[in-house]
């Protein structure tokens, strides 16, 4: 078999080969000891399946097995925001076998929002690779009377308090958005937090609450499929994937807000490992195939097949990203123990 047919093996594959789908999908010799990787790496994604990281971790996965000739599992660990997977991957071996997948709001929010997350963004983690941004939609139920950013700034002015947005809870990013929107604009939103995004956004899709900040991977379906509007992008420009909805800095300056997706390993990954790893995700991220699936699903690459970002402004994007969430945390009161 080819190694561009490698999957994502499941986690009950087995190296000694019990498992036939993995005795039929592993790389000739990728059991062999010595190298690394010799036996599959897991890729722990801290939120539920189905969500935009999952999306893109699959993708991910698949693609960089095959560049380091051997196998990847991605393994949901959801819970507190994404902290008990992030701190999980943080006390996990520290032999390059276990990987973060992760999201912007865990490793750059959570540490403002929560007391204790349990893990040191910076100090727990060395940086792989940056994969790239996911802007989130300002959405509104199709019956809502504003249809353009204006409109709705217009509405939000002349009746205070009064609008609601959704967002998957307290101090997660759609809610962080929809403050950030307030603080700059001048408005008074209300915002009504959900048990996760899911349940928020199918009461945007009912009717019950008017707006919410979506993700594009996620939302992209209801939007062509017109169950949402989309009102504007939190991108500093708009997506490729929806070049007709303009991004919110159009009518509100200096808004952006956007969703990184980037890979992690522990801190103290032996030197060897790491290297092979940055490699790895050097020539996946070269890849057309995965460069053109990422793309369709609203992925906005971070550099470019020739020049992706390097590990170093990865760390640095992320500490930027910490200090400014940091302040928006603050000034919204947002805080979870």
Known sequence: MRRADFAIITRRALCAGAVLGWALTAAPGACAQGAYPSRPIVMVVPQAAGGTNDIVGRVVAQKLAEKLGGSAVVENKPGAGGNIGTQAVARAPKDGYTLLMTISSSQAINPALYKAPGFDPVADFQPISLIGAVPNV???????????????????????????????????????LGEMLNQMAG?????????????????????????????LPSTLAHIKAGRLRALAVSSPQRSP????????????????GTLWIGLFAPAGVPNEAL?????????????????????????????TANKPVTPNEFAALLKQDIAKWAQIVKTSGATIN
């Open 241 to 256: 994937v929806l070049p007709d909805v303009p991004a919110l800095a159009e009518f509100v300056p200096g808004y952006s």
């Open 275 to 303: 290297a092979r790893l940055q490699d790895g995700m050097r020539q996946a991220m070269a890849d057309k195939e995965l460069r053109d699936k990422l793309e369709a699903q609203g992925v906005e690459l971070a550099g």
């Open 138 to 176: 300002l959405l509104a139920h199709p019956s809502f009377p504003a249809k353009t950013v204006p409109e709705l700034l217009a509405l939000a002015k002349s009746q205070p308090r009064t609008l609601q947005y959704a967002s998957a809870g307290n101090g997660t990013l759609n809610h962080l």
């Open 187 to 215: 408005i008074e939103l209300q915002h009504v937090p959900y048990k996760g995004v899911a349940p928020a956004l199918n009461d945007v899709l009912g009717g019950q609450l008017p707006l919410l900040f979506g993700s």
